[in-house]
């Protein structure tokens, strides 16, 4: 009978040809949906391969268009899974586990790869398929074997090298990315909205509290208007299920079945079931199991000292009915004699740990537990103490037992347990970040709940408030009176008004079915949790072969036990050897088949070769049969000895295998956690999409309104006065006691393009690089800060009078952190002559004074340095305030630098520190590309908190990639204006040149321990690339940490690099402490809580 095939099929074919239409125009979701439909009608067809292969590249292409690393990762697991259904997929299967090897960094993945590979080079190729699957067969075979067989090189050398790092190769591999949506992106207010802060914030209590009942008729209104009929149905039918089920949330299933369910436990029940999500051996009794919590519990808790054996078999014998009434707490009992022996305690501590660490982590199997009890049986039986006793002496049922044993049996156990594989780098922990980036981005984290009657949703008060945590409802619905939920709730703040403008479109379109909702990634996590079910199956089966193995070696102790048994009534002249007697009944069995007989004949094999290990193969009868005869003389002690050892090996093999099935079923439940996770659907994430541009524009109403009804009442005022006056305005300009930051300079305006940033870009800014003559308000505002010759000298008095108490450490170790710059120094070394006379005025005269002293090398007399200090203070005391940060007195001292320049050579802040960078967007969604105008800064500013706890979530990360994955958070708007379509995207970061020095600002709360502050200082590296930052750079532009400006509770300090070593350098004096090596600078920190802030990097010069 012919194999059907679906390519027969024209409706089929057709069908298949739109699914990959669909997905080239974008559809990704509809055309994954659509194969996966495909395959599971044709799960028989012989050309289901074609299927499996077009929606791995499916995945394929998905990877490569993501930002995001991690979900990049699940596509590219997804896509192997799909691959490794079906053999003639070998070469795509073995591509893509090297990619996911190198990747992760993962031996595992490069094994399988060698597997694969080799097993492709034996594929063949059918050659009656249809034309369609002819077409993708060439592909398949084109240079195959060149390219398999590079695979195979490239994979063992890696694999020869160990050359493995978690995530350094996947942040490498993403030199492109943008983004890292770990943590949820707000998006800031636009223009059109910023005027609504300060009208809610001027609102009545009254008023806001009232705003947040929504009256579900006129948003019923709302809906119907802007979606029309369809969507005031699909609004009537989500609010229908929230009032029957009082839950927002539902799991469904996304295969074709499209089930649904009330919780996560009925979700995966059914993937177990349904969708293959599991895999369980046929027979129960094969089935590995963990260890209760009972036994992990008596595991834990006990004490593990080593038991007097003799004196306790003694009162096992005397004094039995004492011991049967031992008292046992959590399995251990205090009554049994201890003994003093080091040894046996250090194994027996040993012992503990592994079996705890196996508990924590769910891979101590009831077998290797079963294992471990028969050791007290055995050695106790030596005593002729019976295991009945030890069952009456609840004994069998502790983990105490163990401790009545020898070092000897103690080592035999420890020797399994360091064989025991404690992780799998198979990338799950990838997978959960990529989820929690998913659902980070689209998860409702505040609750929406009803009035008894159902006429009212009622936001959560919360948004009332500033700085609310997310929270995790569950999706419950809960009914309120308003006026009793809204009565004591205080309206602090304008978060509100984010939370309105916080949606990436308000699109005139209805949500997509519940389906299409995350498919394609939740497919692709199917299939990663398929594919570990396969990997699952694949260990049972070996595990199954190990014991037909072991069956073997039964028979064969069986027959040298029947041999010794029938030499009692035998001459010994009679005696059969075992090796003749195995070897005969081989002969017998040859011409059998059978699996029992092959695995029959590699035992005896084994035993008389006296294998190390087990051998499976057999590759011919006659062979195997010459290797046994050969030995047929072989001595019985030999032969029992090989027997024993290879007994031991299968029992360790069996155990070992059992812990490594359990280490993969934890990444199967991890994955099918996820792939739940990922089945939930929130039916707020709709209901907030109608929600936030109705009351949006309930609130920009009653602002009109507002602004409206005062235009009306000046209106009338005017009218009341008797003659006409010019009216006065009564509003008083605001001024400001806090600094902001510098502005951007605008280098040039190419385009008009909408340049709001999701997030501001973080960067130390620079204002106007020179001033022209007619910028007189520039030219006022430097001139303020600069004190006249007369003020000079009052000010200097004051400060020399007062230098106790007005010692500023900010300034003091910021100067010194940049005269520690070696370029730098060298540069006013050789540049006597730093500016032109016309520009003299616009520096103070005591930071001329302070640099003309370092140059000549006068600051290094005695109490000159704590002299110009005292002077610089007193002169910028205008620009720099006592409570200034570093940052703020680097921004200050650079301003002044500025005209630190002559008519031969650019500005000194020029030439070192600003750092020239271009923006530009290409927009994901209508794919218009805008470059911005080029920028100035001085360096880039990062949350202290945000480097340390990216380091925490990404392990072995540079700092480098840390300071990237922040800048991913940088969005902006593609320019309605510009033809764009007003969607947020990720920017790319440009400079042609970089500068001699790079500074990087960290910002503190504050309020750190010093485990934290010493988690972020490890998080920092001395030496960073910063062609990994930038675009437009050649690789390995390094530059090394030269010094450091930290604070420690209010007070600065200065680290600097001097001579191979890092020196923090006291107040008022060049001279300074020995700290040490890097590492002892990262110890230093947390130790004395030591917050760096202002890192100076400096340029590796070429050695070429």
Request: contains cysteine; neutral net charge; charged residues 30%.
């Amino acid at each position: 009978m012919e194999t059907t095939t679906f390519l027969r099929d024209a409706k089929r074919v057709k069908l298949y040809k739109e699914a990959k239409d669909l997905f080239a125009n974008g559809d990704h979701s509809k055309a994954l949906g659509m194969i996966e439909d495909m395959i599971l009608a044709h799960k028989g067809d012989k050309n289901l391969w074609l299927l499996h292969i077009e929606q791995g590249n499916m995945f394929m292409d998905l990877a490569k268009s993501t930002e995001n690393p991690y979900v990049d990762f699940v596509y590219m697991l997804g896509s192997v899974g799909c691959f490794s259904k079906h053999v003639l997929l070998s070469r795509p299967y073995a591509d893509g586990l090297f990619y996911l090897a190198e990747v992760l960094g993962s031996v595992l993945y490069y094994k399988k790869c060698v597997k694969v590979a080799k097993q492709g080079l034996s594929v063949t190729y059918p050659e009656d398929s249809g034309s369609l699957a002819q077409e993708t067969l060439q592909v398949l075979k084109k240079d195959m074997e060149t390219e398999l067989e590079s695979l195979i090189e490239d994979a063992e050398f890696n694999m020869a090298g160990s050359k493995i790092g978690e995530l350094t190769g996947l942040l490498q591999k993403y030199s492109e990315a943008e983004v890292l949506q770990s943590k949820e992106c707000v998006e800031p207010v636009k223009s059109e909205f910023i005027g609504l802060r300060s009208f809610w914030l001027g609102l009545d209590v009254k008023v806001k509290r009232d705003f947040m009942k929504v009256s579900i008729p006129k948003l019923m209104s709302f809906v119907e208007g802007v979606h029309s009929r369809k969507g005031r149905d699909a609004f009537e039918q989500v609010l229908a299920s929230a009032k029957e089920n009082r839950k927002w949330t539902l799991w469904m299933c996304r295969m074709k079945c499209s089930k649904k369910f009330s919780s996560d436990e009925e979700c995966k029940k059914h993937l177990e079931q349904e969708h293959a999500a599991d895999f369980k051996p046929s027979k129960e009794m094969d089935m590995v199991k963990r260890i209760g919590k009972e036994w992990a519990r008596k595991i834990s808790v006990g004490g593990w000292e080593p038991v007097d054996t003799v004196a306790a078999v003694e009162m096992i014998k005397s004094q039995l009915a004492d011991v049967k009434a031992f008292s046992y707490k959590n399995g251990w009992s205090k009554e049994w004699p201890l003994a003093a022996d080091e040894m046996r305690s250090k194994l027996l501590k040993e012992i503990k740990n592994f079996l705890v660490m196996f508990c924590d982590l769910k891979i101590l199997s009831c077998n290797i537990r079963d294992w471990v009890k028969l050791y007290p049986v055995t050695h106790l039986g030596k005593f002729n103490v019976s295991e009945q006793i030890l069952v009456d002496s609840h004994l069998v049922e502790t983990p105490q037992s163990i401790c009545f044993l020898e070092c000897q049996q103690l080592n035999e156990i420890l020797n399994l347990l360091k064989l025991i594989k404690c992780e799998r780098d198979d990338g799950a922990k990838l997978v959960c970040r990529a989820v929690d980036s998913i659902l980070g981005s689209t998860r409702a984290t505040e609750s929406i709940d009803f009035d008894p009657e159902f006429s009212f949703l009622l936001l959560d008060r919360r948004l009332l408030k500033s700085n609310n945590a997310p929270l995790n409802d569950g999706g419950t619905i809960n009914v309120f009176d308003p006026n009793v939920h809204y009565g004591k709730a205080h309206a602090r703040g304008d978060d509100i008004i984010s939370w309105l403008t916080d949606y990436n479109s308000v699109e005139k379109t209805l949500p997509k079915p519940i389906r299409e909702h995350n498919l394609d990634i939740w497919l692709a996590v199917l299939r990663a949790v398929q594919f570990t079910c396969r990997t699952l199956e694949t260990k049972y089966v070996k595990k199954l072969q190990v014991l037909d193995y072991s069956k073997a070696l039964l028979v064969v102790e069986d027959l040298c036990k029947g041999e010794k048994e029938s030499r009692r009534n035998l001459q010994e002249d009679q005696w059969n050897s075992y090796a003749s007697l195995l070897c005969n009944r081989c002969e017998e069995r040859v011409p059998g088949n059978s699996l029992a007989t092959k695995l029959f004949l590699c035992a005896v094999r084994d035993v008389l070769q006296g294998a190390s290990d087990l051998t499976f193969d057999l590759p011919d009868f006659e062979g195997c049969m010459n290797l046994i005869r050969e030995r047929k003389n072989l001595g019985d002690d030999i032969v029992l000895k090989s027997l024993k050892r290879l007994k031991s090996v299968v029992t360790f093999k069996v155990l070992l295998i059992d812990s490594r099935i359990l280490l993969v079923d934890n990444s199967r439940i991890s994955l099918l956690n996820n792939l739940t996770r990922l089945s939930i659907f929130d039916n707020r994430t709709y209901i907030l999409q109608l929600l936030k541009p109705f009351l949006l524009n309930e609130i920009v109403n009653m602002e009109s309104k507002a602004k409206l009804d005062a235009v009306v009442a000046d209106l009338l005022l005017e009218e009341e006065k008797s003659r006409p006056k010019k009216k006065k305005s009564n509003s008083k300009k605001r001024t400001s006691t806090s600094r902001s930051r510098p502005l951007y300079k605008t280098v040039e305006d190419k385009t008009s393009v909408n340049h709001e940033p999701e997030i501001t870009s973080p960067s130390l800014t620079v204002q106007e690089d020179s001033m022209e003559p007619g910028d007189t308000l520039a030219s006022e505002r430097v001139m303020q800060n600069m004190p006249g010759e007369n003020s000079h000298s009052e000010h200097l008095e004051s400060a020399l009078g007062e230098a106790a108490a007005r010692y500023n450490s900010a300034l003091d170790m910021t100067l010194k952190a940049l005269l520690n710059i070696k370029i730098l120094k060298e540069d006013l070394m050789h540049n006597r002559k730093p500016f032109q006379d016309h520009l003299e005025d616009q520096i103070p005269f005591a930071l001329q004074k302070f640099f003309a002293a370092f140059v000549s090398e006068v600051i290094k007399d005695e109490g000159m340095y704590s002299c110009l200090l005292r002077d610089l203070l007193a002169s910028l005391e205008e620009v720099i305030s006592m409570s200034s940060s570093a940052a703020e007195v680097l921004v200050a001292i650079l301003e002044f630098w500025h005209y630190w320049k002559n008519a031969e050579r650019e500005s000194l802040v020029t030439r070192f520190f600003e750092l020239e960078e271009n923006e530009r967007m290409s927009c994901r969604k209508c794919r218009k590309k805008l470059k911005y105008p080029e920028q100035s800064s001085y360096g880039i500013v990062i949350a202290a908190d945000s480097t340390r706890d990216l380091k925490r979530a990404l392990g072995n990360i540079r700092f480098v990639d840390i300071l990237k994955v922040i800048r991913m958070e940088y969005k902006m708007f593609c320019d309605i204006k510009a033809d764009g379509c007003g969607i947020t995207n990720f920017v790319h970061h440009i400079i042609s040149k970089c500068p001699p020095i790079f500074t990087i600002v960290l910002e503190w709360e504050k309020n750190e321990t010093g485990k934290e502050i010493f988690e972020t200082a490890k998080a920092l590296d001395w030496e960073i690339d910063i062609s990994r930052l930038y675009k437009g750079l050649e690789p390995k532009t390094n530059y090394r940490l030269v010094s450091m400006v930290c604070c420690r509770e209010e007070e600065h300090i200065c680290i600097v690099y001097e001579k191979n070593r890092w020196v923090n350098l006291r107040r008022d004096t060049f001279a300074g402490e020995d700290v040490g090596t890097w590492k002892s600078v990262v110890r230093f920190c947390g130790e004395r809580k030591v917050r760096p802030e202002v890192l100076c990097y400096e340029i590796v010069r070429s050695t070429s």
